[in-house]
């Protein structure tokens, strides 16, 4: 985040993988100390302080999954599934971190969110 801030930025998009989310509360707070909006792909970065979250619906996303598991043991062949995409996303903003950094989050996107922490 240091770096982030003495370039500049104006926020900082984080991309989703085992070491962010094991830091996520670190993340959050360092951008919290340099007043940087963070933005994510899954909403449990919130609780670690980010600002917002657009992404897959993690939990649809295992229960398509499970329905894969189901067809495999059901005898389908893994090759012959087909590829799918993500078809359920969620938008969710943590109010607390806005206004912790002096961000005023407007209502049509409080409007859209699926889910708004405060």
Known sequence: MTRAA???????LII???STIGNRSQIG??????????IFANKAYLVGGGLMSYGPDIVDSFRLSAVYVDKILKGAKPADL????P???ELAI???TAKAIG???PPTLLARADEVIE
């Open 6 to 12: 003495q370039a500049g930025a104006g926020a900082v």
């Open 16 to 18: 989703s993988d085992s």
């Open 82 to 85: 087909p590829v799918e995409q």
């Open 103 to 105: 961000i005023e989050v």
């Open 94 to 96: 943590n109010l607390g």
């Open 87 to 89: 078809t359920k996303f």
């Open 29 to 38: 707070a360092a951008a919290r100390r340099r007043n940087l909006p963070t």
